[in-house]
């Protein structure tokens, strides 16, 4: 297989992780994750934390509950592989909202880095570890 089309590959990988989360769609993460893969949310704040994926996970959608409108971004990828495994860094830029008792909306946009560690499975390319830098976090009203 060519290296574009493994990059690309991991990519979908990336972006898969951004639907899952945003719609809450929690029976997609075997296609995103290694069953024995860790996530870093200490970055985050708000008791953001680190560990197997499936208890961040499920920290993760506690803590998206109270904001229902979720749209992550992902750019900026950079992909090097190296035979079964991979390293990746991209920029994500993960706005979310919800609406007020007054009606009023408020939005928070979140932004920073995923360096994920991927290896490849049977089922193709996976995250083995990933580790959220987030770097930008503001509230508007």
């Known amino acids: 297989m060519a290296a574009s089309s493994e990059k690309d590959d991991i990519k979908e990988v990336l972006y898969r992780y951004s639907i899952m989360v945003d719609r809450r769609r929690w029976e997609l993460i ?30 993760l959608d506690q803590s998206l509950e109270p904001w229902p409108m979720n749209l992550h971004l992902i750019t900026n990828e950079i992909i090097e592989i190296d035979g079964d495994t991979a390293k990746s860094s991209c920029c994500f830029n993960a706005p979310m909202g919800r609406k007020q008792k007054d009606g009023s909306g408020l939005f928070l946009t979140n932004a920073g880095y995923y360096e994920d560690e991927l290896v490849r499975t049977e089922a193709g390319w996976r995250i083995r570890e990933r580790v959220c830098d987030m770097t930008i976090q503001i509230f508007h009203g």
């Open 30 to 59: 075997p296609e995103v994750f290694t069953e024995d893969a860790t996530i870093d949310y200490t970055s985050v704040g708000s008791g953001g934390t680190k560990g197997p994926v499936r208890p961040m996970l499920e920290w």
